[in-house]
């Protein structure tokens, strides 16, 4: 059994959107620096599962995961342009102490999230805005190398790397989540990057909570929806997680507004 699931971050956009979704599946220990106000805990979450505390904090984390069975852990700096100091520390340092104070406490997986800003590079411009739209075929899908694109990527590769080691080293179960840009009720307005790695609020939800379910070793998925224009393969993410997303951009215009059937 993989409940209590202990959610870092849990007051994000991120951890929202994951609460609104599946906050009645499992039993939640809900972990941010910042104090969580009612109105972001699920029904049934007592005052006793919310935690406020530093992931970079190894004692105030062990004591979080103790009894835990599956992490998601999201908190960080998710700023694409935040400076070293900030990623170092809460990107970098507190991932590691994550995935260390787990193995400590006898957890079976972590699920962690990590960005589309670890392979951002690849982008390049001889292969953009073409990469982004239906008729182009380039995809990313998992194995190829980390190729950030800013600092805060280099942070999430870091965290990706880490996952490699604490499942070699420690036999955790680890899932790297490349997310995409997360938006509620349509995709990112008049932003072809972002509307070919869109990722709704019940397909954001979904995943993770097959991410907590599922049985793997190690693994990068792409969180993105099922967009018609992508450039990263969801495939890895339907086989060994069983995800199976029901949103597509191409079913909103440019500016964001649903294309009525007609
Ligand atoms: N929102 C998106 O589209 C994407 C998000 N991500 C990743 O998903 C995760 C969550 O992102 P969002 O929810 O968008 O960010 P957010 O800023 O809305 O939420 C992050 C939460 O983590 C908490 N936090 C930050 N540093 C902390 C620390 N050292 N200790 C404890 N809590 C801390 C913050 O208080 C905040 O509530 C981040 O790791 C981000 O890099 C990755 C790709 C896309
Ligand atoms: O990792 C992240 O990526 C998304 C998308 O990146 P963007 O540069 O196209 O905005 C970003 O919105 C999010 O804040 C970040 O954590």
């Known amino acids: 059994m993989d409940d209590p699931v202990l959610l870092t971050g849990a007051g994000g956009r991120v951890g929202q959107a994951i609460l609104n979704g599946i906050g009645d599946a499992h039993e939640w220990r ?6 969580l106000s009612s109105d972001r805990l699920p029904a049934g979450v007592d005052e006793d ?10 004692e105030e984390m062990a004591e979080a995961m103790a009894g835990v069975g599956a992490v998601v852990h999201l908190a960080g ?10 990623v170092l520390e809460n990107n970098i340092d507190g991932t590691q102490t994550v995935f260390e104070t787990a193995v400590e406490a006898g957890v079976e997986k972590v699920a962690f999230a990590s960005s589309n800003h670890a392979v951002s590079a690849y982008e390049t411009d001889a292969r953009t805005p073409e990469m982004y739209r239906t008729d182009d075929d380039y995809r990313l899908d998992g194995t190829e190398l980390p190729r950030p694109g800013n600092l805060y990527g280099v942070s ?6 880490l996952g490699r080691y604490y499942h070699d080293a420690e036999d955790l179960s680890v899932v790297c989540v490349r997310i995409g840009n997360l938006t ?6 008049n932003y072809e990057r972002g509307q070919a790695m869109w990722l709704s609020y019940r397909d954001c939800a979904h ?9 793997y070793d190690y693994e990068i998925v792409y969180g ?20 199976d997303p029901q949103d597509d951009s191409a079913a909103y215009t440019l500016g964001g507004d649903p294309i009525e059937e007609s």
């Open 30 to 35: 809900l972990l941010d620096r910042e104090p």
């Open 49 to 58: 599962d919310v935690i406020v505390a530093d992931v970079t904090d190894d």
């Open 77 to 86: 700096d998710p700023r694409p342009e935040a400076p070293w100091n900030s």
């Open 156 to 161: 999430k590769a870091a965290g990706e790397t």
């Open 184 to 189: 509620e009720g349509h995709p990112p307005r």
């Open 207 to 215: 995943l993770f909570d097959r991410c907590i379910r599922a049985d």
């Open 224 to 243: 993105i929806s099922d967009n018609e224009r992508k450039y990263y393969a969801i495939d890895r993410a339907k086989e060994v997680l069983g995800y």
